[in-house]
Every structure is written in C-alpha cells, then in structure tokens.
C-alpha cells in the first residue's frame, strides 16, 4: 500500500480517537447524551477524520508511482515494478521474480531474479540493485573510485574492463569481469551510477 494511504488512514484514525476521546470526557459529563446529540457527534467525528485525512494524502501523495508508471512502455510479456519512494521503475519480464523484503523494511538490496538452477540450487541469472554511499574522499573525483573499482577487479579477473555508460542522463562506468564461484564461472556486470554527489545505484547482473 502507498505510503501516503497508510499515513492518511493513521491520521483519519487519530482524529477519531482524538474527538471521540475529547467528546467523552472533555467536558467531564456524567450524564449519556441524547440520541440525536449522539449522532450529531458521529457525523462531526467522521467529517473531521475526512479532512485529517484527506489533508495528510495531499500533502505526501505527489504521484510518483502514476508519472513513473506513465512513462513505462506496455510490452507483452513483462511487468512493470515502481519503487516510488526511491523514483525508480522498470520493465521485468513476468517469469523473473522479484525479492525485496528488506528494501520494504526500510533498507537493502533489490534482487531481480530469473530462475534458480535446480541442480546447482542457486541463482543461475538475476539483477541486484543497492543504493550505496559515496566515500568522502570520491565525492568531488568519481574518476579515481571508479579506477581504484577496477584496480580491484584486475585482481580477480586480467581480463576486466571498464566501459562508459548513463542512466536516466547521470553518468557512470560498467566494470565487466569474470568470477570463480567454485565449480562454475559467473559472468558479471557492475555498473556504478553517482545519482547525487553522495549517493551511487549499483546495479549488478550475473549469469
């Protein structure tokens, strides 16, 4: 459910908990109130929720998840995913899944994933997306993290590259390497993007 909904529908209850509590025992009354002073009451504590409410909905729904969602072709065969909180969307084709708890939670990683290898039971093909920080010491040189990034790849795999490469207009390097994962190879993709001078999407596909 849209953040904005959850928060309108905890204001709306507030307020009703507020005026009935306030109704109650405001005015320190003893004495029960007469039928139609009681439904006077309901339809005042109703009317105030309604606003509360609504109030709360305009102010934090800004219709992200509907400008993303617009944008986003229609294609057969795939779905489209929106994280409105971050003003990220994607097409994903509809027999990958997708494995985002704790990005739900609050923080985490995003995982896109094709399908598990039965017999090895791993993930044989998928995408991670992880919002990172940018150390200090990179925010004004982007160039020297993404050279030390491949210094370290050079390590794992000779053959390693840094290629160019944008999204969305901000640009960013795709480091392309080679890993052991025991008895196979994985064949890897890490793409670093600077979203804002201290904030980085990586995003990494393997197969």
């Known amino acids: 459910m849209d953040n904005a909904i959850v928060a309108a529908l905890i204001g709306a209850l507030g307020s009703i908990i507020a005026a009935a509590f306030t109704a109650t025992y405001g005015k320190g009354e003893a004495l029960p109130r007469p039928q139609p002073q009681r439904r006077k009451l309901a339809v005042a504590v109703i009317l105030i929720a309604l606003i509360v409410g609504g109030s709360i909905a305009f102010v934090i729904y800004d219709g992200t998840y509907n400008r993303i969602s617009q944008v986003l072709p229609e294609r057969d065969g795939y779905r489209k995913i929106i994280y409105a909180r971050l003003g990220v969307g994607f097409l994903l084709p509809n027999h990958w899944r997708v494995d985002d708890p704790s990005y739900r939670f609050g923080a985490g990683d995003i995982d896109l994933i094709r ?74 993709d890490r793409t670093w993007v600077h979203l804002t001078p201290r904030v980085k999407l990586e995003i990494s596909s393997f197969t």
Not at 116 to 128: E, V
């Open 115 to 188: 399908d598990y290898d039965p017999n090895a039971a791993s993930i044989s093909q998928g995408m991670k997306l992880r919002f990172l920080n940018v150390q200090e010491n990179y925010v004004n040189n982007p160039e020297a993290e993404f050279g030390n990034m491949l210094q370290a790849l050079l390590r794992i795999d000779p053959n390693a590259v840094a290629l160019d490469t944008s999204l969305a207009g901000h640009a960013g390097k795709k480091f392309v390497y080679v890993q052991s994962g025991g008895a196979r190879l994985g064949h890897l």
